[in-house]
């Protein structure tokens, strides 16, 4: 962190919120106060942080275009502008893409690189997996690019369209004469005399050819096509093979081979799909080559629902629960076919049973309903846009109420309830090991907000003009959710010391935690981040109709999250804290009544002594 080298430098920071409320206010005597559109002739910098939708191009929604599970995309995407390269990372299924670190705007239009996985310069080559038979082997072997001239828009991200650079190969293979569909059913397949490493990446995404290299590809074995008995996948760098041996299958310790024998049965140009249709006989491979050369747009699964997708859902038995499963087929065990993209599973209730229930590891949306008698819970799996695994395990919903005791519920409970839930799973930004060890299994269930405040009184954030080690948020689209490691960070560093009064935010907060006691295996109350209040004020939203507001008022007004004065705002408190600090002088803060994050001065200026900047604390927990 860097502490501002003077106060008036600090003073005009401090006033920066102060201004365009003034200026409003003042305006509005005479007319209506607004915002006009951003002059994009003079965009400011570091104002207008750059994110994106992505998508891959010319998507084909078929199953053979979705069945690649992204969902847990573990890495980042570099975002180029110039010489700066920046980490993104995919938020949101519909394929948002975001940075702690963004780039910005600095001009209404700017030429921007893309590419996936993350390295620090665009690399000159890629390279696939020569093992390639689980998803992490054929997933590691793709890579992303794009390259777009966007322009400013305030009020909509831009858009990168992703092609894959890699080669897709299916073959799909059946049975003939003297083999059985069985024995090609336990065949194997490899894709041989195929390079690991592809040529030159030109920056219009291109990919040079490159020779035959000696290498063995191990494909992944996917769902079989109709009419055949066994498919499989990889992914190849762009060449040509000819006139050389190319796909092998082993069937019962014999082997067969398919060898090109013209330029256009094996031309791998970048980012194409080439299918091959294979008949195992006991003389020989007859061999089909169709649609070589279309393009491969197999998303990473944030792109369209598809609509037209047939699904492998895998649904396990319940001890104790009777499942009826609506909208999907039995095949075979516990797995199960969806033709379309939803189908729903129904059980009666069990005791204890609403903290339970089916998650799904795949991109789909889930949502449970109750009977009105509450004897039955449906499960309803829609949008779904790649095969799931479900599991029966602990099951959260936001607003649901957090208890005491560590449970949650749907139904309020005066003595035990604590807080209600506002966010459920883990933050992207998050993790378990924030929290030193405290949470349960190892795993982040979800996050909740305090019933109330933490203290009747608003109070100062801190220390003045003070280095207080925090990372600086110099935006308001800061999206860390670290609001624990900042608290705990204060609490350590000046608890006991001759400045511990001067924290009175985190002070509050310990105070609180020896007041309304946090259950076991959780992280304790703590002064939420920016993005936590951000989060916490978008089911709020300061009306009814949003399930925090209509919570927190059935239970008390009193619990609603306080106004600020109409009048005087200069001298009375002005909204809620975070624990996310600006600079070494001010500190983020969020009004509840229209979520606008700005940041005041930690404490009283002894300059501006009417300018007493307080704000409330309303405490959250992770567990």
Known sequence: MKSNNGKRKNMKQQLRGFWPIFACYTASLITACRTGPEDIGRLPSGKHPITFTASVESLTVTRGTTDNNWENINGHFAVQSEETVKQYIVTSPEGKLNSNDPLYWNSPTMDITAWYPYSPDLPGSFTIQSNQTSNSGYQNS?????????????????????????????????????????????????????????????????????????????????????????????????????????????????????????????????GNLYTYFITVKKSGLTVTVENNGSQWTENPGWDQPATNAVFQVSIPSVSGLELHIDNATLKEGNHYEIAGNSFSITYDAPAGGEMKGFISRGICKTERTIARDGSSYTFTFTDIRSDLQLTYDAYVETGNYYNRDGTWSIAYNAEKCIGIVFKTGADSTDHPRNYDGKLSGNRILGYVVALADAATNACTWGKLDTDTELENAESRYNTAYNGYRNTEHIIGTYRGGKDWNKYAAFKTIFDYRSKTTAPANTSDWYL???????????????????????????????????????????????????????????????????????????????????????????AILTF
């Open 142 to 270: 793709d890579f992303l690019y794009a390259s777009k001239t966007l322009t400013f828009d305030k009020s909509t991200p831009p858009h990168l369209g992703f092609r894959h650079l890699p080669v897709k190969v299916v073959a799909n293979l059946k049975s003939g004469d003297g083999i059985t569909a069985e024995q090609i059913r336990n065949a194997t397949v490899s894709f041989v005399n195929v390079a690991l490493t592809s040529g030159a990446i030109a920056p219009d995404g291109s990919v040079a050819l490159t020779p035959n290299g000696n290498a063995v590809v191990l494909p992944q074995t996917v769902a079989a096509t109709e009419g055949y008995q066994k498919s499989v996948r990889a992914l190849l760098v762009p060449g040509r093979i000819q006139d050389k041996q190319f796909i092998r299958i082993t069937v019962e310790g014999k082997n067969y081979f398919y060898t090109p024998k013209n330029e256009t049965e094996a031309d791998f140009v970048s």
């Open 528 to 618: 939420p981040s920016l993005k936590q209040l951000s989060d916490i004020y978008n089911l709020y939203q300061n009306e009814t109709g949003n399930i925090l507001y209509d919570k927190l008022n059935a239970i008390s007004p009193a619990n609603l999250f306080r106004d600020p004065p109409v009048f005087g705002w200069e001298t009375e408190p002005g909204g809620y804290w975070s624990s996310t600090e600006y600079s070494g002088w001010s500190a983020w803060y969020i009004r509840l009544t229209n979520g606008t994050p700005a940041f005041y001065a930690k404490a009283i200026n002894p300059e501006q002594p009417n300018f007493r900047r307080l704000c409330y604390v309303r």
